[in-house]
């Protein structure tokens, strides 16, 4: 037999090191109480571990994916409230002229209206948010529309040197009471339209891209999440203002307004329609963003309860065990101390 002596620095160190141990797991399962998860899930799941950290970047996807639908639903909220004033702008500028055509007094009141219209019109579209033009397309950072009561405008100047081509002489011209029905629809249909309906439109006028964006509103589904100032509605609205707001300036014969008239009210409908249609578009774009929210917030749910099954702790166990760690840890304090009290020349002496 074997006798083995104790000392009491043995007993101290031995404590010290339970202590530690003690502190390491105190500071585990505080960590557990406060998060509701396993403290190391590589030792609580083994080789399971890449399966949640997988689906775990897939939470971070499918956020990152709600998150830009956001932003891409408060991109379309606004076009559409812009869209909305536009199109109360020509139901506004059809009321002017019908007002006009039965009454000649009203003339100045629709040349007016339609001026009004142009300027809330551009203004609309070029419409700010969040550092981006909502009717650029793609070119956000590009101004859009320009401005066609500024006389430097190449808008203006086109408009104007199209007259003069057409009548050898300018708006403001008392000549412009010559003009009669057929020059009025030629120039009209020739000359105007081409700047508004085709090319002319892309070159002075729009700045904007044909392209809008388009957005991945889930993991397998993209959709148009944008609104451009190359919509065909707009073109037909701004011919018909644009041309009231220049050419009832001048003079013009009865016969020659009622073809601007007539033109201008075809148009102005046309564009209303279009503009409706053109909401409706984006409407179902918007529908599409929510419906792929829900389904993303699905997955995430469904993510998240899995991961918190294997990875999830009981709260009250978690803390229930908190306290016995203090406990114990304060009983080792208290056993330390009086170990480190004990003297062999205390007992000597």
Known sequence: MKTSFISSLAMSQTLRYQVMRMQVELAERTQESQTGRVADVGVALGAHAGRNLSMSRNIERLTGLMDANTLAANRLSASQDAMTQIGDLGQNLLASLTAANSSAGQVSVAQGEAERVLKSMTSLLNTNLNGEYLFAGINTDV???????????????????????????????????????????????????????????????????????????????????????????????????????????????????????????????????????????????????????????????????????????????????????????????????????????????
């Open 143 to 349: 101004k859009p529309v320009a401005d066609f009561s500024d006389p430097s405008s190449a808008a203006k100047a086109a408009f104007d040197a199209a007259f003069l081509a057409k009548f050898s002489f300018t708006q403001s011209d008392p000549a412009a009471a010559s003009i009669t029905a057929a020059d009025m629809e030629d120039f009209l249909t020739n000359y105007v339209e081409p700047q508004f309906l085709g090319s002319g439109w892309e070159t002075n006028w729009s700045a904007a891209s044909n392209q809008k964006i388009t957005s991945r509103i889930s993991l397998n589904e993209t959709a148009e999440t944008s609104m451009t100032a190359n919509e065909i509605g707009i073109r037909k609205l701004a011919m018909a203002a644009a041309s009231l707001s220049d050419l009832l300036k001048g003079s013009l014969s009865d016969e020659a307004r009622e073809v601007l008239n007539k033109k201008a009210l075809s148009l102005t409908g046309e564009a209303v329609a279009d503009i409706a249609g053109a909401q409706a578009q984006a409407g179902l774009a918007e529908n599409r963003i929510e419906d792929a929210n829900t389904r993303l917030s699905s997955q995430v749910t469904i993510y998240k309860s899995f991961i918190k099954e294997t990875e999830g702790v009981d709260p009250y166990e978690a803390a229930t065990r908190v306290n016995d760690l203090v406990t114990q840890l304060e009983a080792s304090y208290a056993l330390t101390s009086r170990l480190q009290q004990m003297s062999l020349l205390k007992y000597l002496w």
